[in-house]
């Protein structure tokens, strides 16, 4: 297994277990670069870290989060995950994720989401 793959498994992993914030605070570099389908990129780890914890904060129940499949090369891995979540006060959402991910040494240096709702 390559480097980014073992990196990879474990960021996977932590957030699987409820570690997403911990896992950001490890894995991601200070510069990080994020984005959403075709949004504007958000650049930097503080501006990103406030999105990620304002996101979390708005999940009142969280019935599934699964990682359907995945790849990792030398230098980017990619996964594709299910969510189904009740946000705190609205609705009960499922969508589909692919998470791409552009690695440098052991840091995510960009993250690109590609997403839908799914019915």
Known sequence: MSNVATLDKKLNEMIL??????????????DVVMQDNDDAPFVGKAFNR???????????????ISIDGGAAGD???????????TFKGGPRVKWSQA?????????????????????
């Open 99 to 119: 998470a791409v991910r552009r690695w440098t040494g052991d840091k995510v240096v960009h993250e690109r989401f590609f997403h839908k709702t799914l019915g």
């Open 50 to 64: 406030e999105r990620e914890v304002k996101f979390f904060d708005s999940l009142g129940e969280v019935h599934q």
């Open 17 to 30: 277990g409820g570690q997403a914030m911990e896992a950001f605070e490890q894995f991601y570099a200070d």
């Open 75 to 85: 230098a980017i891995s990619m996964s594709e995950w299910t969510y189904d979540v």
